[in-house]
Nanobody
Framework: QVQLVESGGGLVQPGGSLRLSCAASGSAFRYNTMDWHRQAPGKQRELVAVITSGGGTNYQDSLRGRFTISRDNAKNTVYLQMNSLKPEDTATYYC?????????WGQGTQVTVSS
């Protein structure tokens, strides 16, 4: 069964860092683009960052320079390193991938940035 499981969220003070992980079951995801999205309360889900199977990356313009997406295909895992976190980064973060035309989403991991 194909599955994505996020981890690494939590409570962090403004200016702090977190690294989110997305573990994919099976090896199919390593051949596909993966991405991170986030959804804050009362807001639409938005794209955060994208990484291709070859390691090419792209980011939401407002997050470029603070967030870094990476992947370890040997571990079937995608990461999101988040630095200089701000209260407005508070959201549930979701991992997403598409395999054989089917969209897969993780359950989400909560990130709260607050003093």
């Amino acid at each position: 069964q194909v599955q994505l499981v996020e981890s690494g969220g939590g409570l962090v003070q403004p200016g702090g860092s977190l690294r989110l992980s997305c573990a994919a079951s099976g090896s199919a995801f390593r051949y596909n683009t993966m991405d991170w999205h986030r959804q804050a309360p009362g807001k639409q889900r938005e794209l955060v960052a994208v990484i291709t199977s070859g390691g090419g990356t792209n980011y939401q313009d407002s997050l470029r320079g603070r967030f870094t997406i990476s992947r370890d295909n040997a571990k079937n895992t995608v990461y999101l390193q988040m630095n200089s976190l701000k209260p407005e980064d508070t959201a549930t973060y979701y991992c997403h991938g598409k395999v054989y035309g089917v969209d897969y989403w993780g359950q989400g991991t909560q990130v709260t940035v607050s003093s």
